[in-house]
């Protein structure tokens, strides 16, 4: 499983990193860009993007906009992508499916949420679990993850 992670937050993309590294995902690239993050889809052969929608330069429906268009001429197919957003208000899910996303995942990141969300598309993806079975959670500077 080959994943790419996109979000101009240093601290959200190690988090989310970290989170995956729990997990039997064999590759998991970071970028902060949308720029980068074109370079790195239109290079390589991802299972799952993650994708901010709110970034600088270029937000995350533009970035969805030219990779669709990209999937759809070079008969590749689509990758799903899942929309990463602050936007957590009612109805936010329905409006980003209805941009092109695949899924929806609110920040800060809750790992279940984080995991439901991409297992709809990766169902083989699963967490590994240490020796007590704990559940992943954490805080950083008092921030749920």
């Known amino acids: 499983m080959r994943v790419l992670i996109v ?9 989310i990193r970290e989170l995956f590294r729990m997990t039997n995902a064999d590759d998991v690239d970071t970028c902060a860009s949308g720029e980068l993050a074109l370079s790195l ?7 799952l993007i993650l994708l901010d929608h709110k970034m600088p330069e270029m937000d995350g429906v533009e970035v ?3 990779l669709q268009d990209e999937w759809k001429a070079s008969g590749r197919g689509n990758v799903p992508v899942i929309a990463l957003t602050g936007n957590d208000r009612e109805g936010a899910r329905e409006e980003y499916l209805s941009l092109g ?7 800060p990141v809750e790992p279940e949420k984080l995991f439901m969300a991409c297992k ?3 169902p ?3 967490v590994n679990e ?4 704990a559940r992943i959670t954490g805080q950083i500077d008092n921030e749920p993850f």
């Open 7 to 15: 979000d101009d937050m240093p601290v959200n993309l190690m988090i």
């Open 101 to 107: 996303f695949s899924g929806y995942v609110a920040k």
């Open 41 to 47: 889809a239109f290079q390589n052969r991802y299972d």
């Open 124 to 126: 083989d993806l699963h």
């Open 64 to 66: 969805l906009e030219r």
């Open 120 to 122: 709809e598309f990766l």
């Open 130 to 133: 240490n020796e007590e079975g």
